[in-house]
Antibody, heavy 120, light 106 residues
Framework: QVQLQESGPGLVKPSQTLSLTCIVS??????????WSWIRQPPGKGLEWIGY???????YYNPSLKSRVTISVGTSKRHFSLKLSSVTAADTAVYYC????????????WGQGTLVSVSS | SSELTQDPAVSVALGQTVRITCQGD??????ASWYQQKPGQAPVLVMY???SRPSGIPDRFSGSNSGNTASLIITGAQAEDEADYYC?????????FGGGTKLTVL
């Protein structure tokens, strides 16, 4: 059973870069059946898809965030990462990693989420 | 990128049937998936594809699709179904979520 776990700083200063890692257990990112994804949820608001990456390194990003986002796969193929640059208070959110099932097109497995606050 | 539109709030009497809808151009091409989220918890997949339920999701949950509209139907709503519900689909940029519907069970 695949499990996903987000990790990273809970507090980032404005204008800096937010960096998070999703540790994957029970599966390998080399599995070509999935996209590995980041999704966020500002406090009291809805879900927002940030982007996802395929094991080949091909990545797809939300157009509204594309200029600031990079998603990459770790060399061990057991984790993938999110970098969001030039953050502001509007980037304060719970950040989730999740696995997108390519054939049946849904997110079945999610991490528990991690709250990242942007504040000086 | 495209958008998915949901009613912000819906209510249903205990034991009655409720339909939660999601509209968007991407739904003419791609199937919707639906997620239930309770306070402080990660979203949980409740419906996907034409009308498929993951293991462990009660059969009172069903789905339908027509044109640019996808629906999540709860037949015989229970108190534990009170939650936020989000639709989702692929789109030309990658992926998109609806704004969410808060379901209240009266």
């Amino acid at each position: 059973q695949v499990q996903l776990q987000e990790s990273g700083p809970g507090l980032v200063k404005p204008s800096q870069t937010l960096s998070l890692t999703c540790i994957v257990s029970g599966d390998s990112i080399n599995n070509g059946d999935y996209y590995w994804s980041w999704i966020r949820q500002p406090p009291g608001k809805g879900l927002e898809w940030i982007g996802y990456i395929y094991f080949t390194g091909s990545s797809y990003y939300n157009p509204s965030l594309k200029s600031r986002v990079t998603i990459s796969v770790g060399t061990s193929k057991r984790h993938f990462s999110l970098k969001l640059s030039s953050v502001t208070a509007a980037d304060t959110a719970v950040y989730y990693c999740a696995r997108w099932e390519l054939q049946s097109e849904h997110f079945l497995h999610w991490g528990q989420g991690t709250l990242v606050s942007v504040s000086s | 990128s495209s958008e998915l539109t949901q009613d912000p709030a819906v209510s249903v009497a205990l034991g009655q049937t409720v339909r939660i809808t999601c509209q968007g151009d991407s739904l003419r091409v791609y199937d919707a998936s639906w997620y239930q989220q309770k306070p402080g918890q990660a979203p949980v997949l409740v419906m996907y594809g034409k009308n498929s339920r993951p293991s462990g999701i009660p059969d009172r949950f069903s789905g339908s699709n027509s044109g640019n509209t996808a629906s999540l139907i709860i037949t015989g709503a229970q108190a534990e179904d009170e939650a936020d519900y989000y639709c989702n689909s692929r789109d030309t940029s990658g992926n998109v979520f609806g704004g969410g519907t808060k379901l209240t069970v009266l």
